[in-house]
């Protein structure tokens, strides 16, 4: 994702997982101004960036690279590589 501004809120994601055999994918952010994550959806997901590997995955996790000016994590967003 390259933008000028993310904002992310109420419990949206960017994802990427692998719940099979191979590899979760990466994720690369770059936003000139800000990122912000705030908030958890009604469910209880954290907005936020998230690259997973399932426990009945084989593979590994991708790398999550944000390159930003500002990068805000409130009310529970989050990003996690798992």
Known sequence: ITTGVIHLTNGAPVTTASGGQGDAGDINIT?????????VFSEGTPSGVYSTLNPEAIGQGGDITITTGK???TNGGVVNAS
């Open 31 to 39: 936003v000139r101004d800000e990122v912000f994550f705030d908030g």
């Open 71 to 73: 990068l805000s994590l």
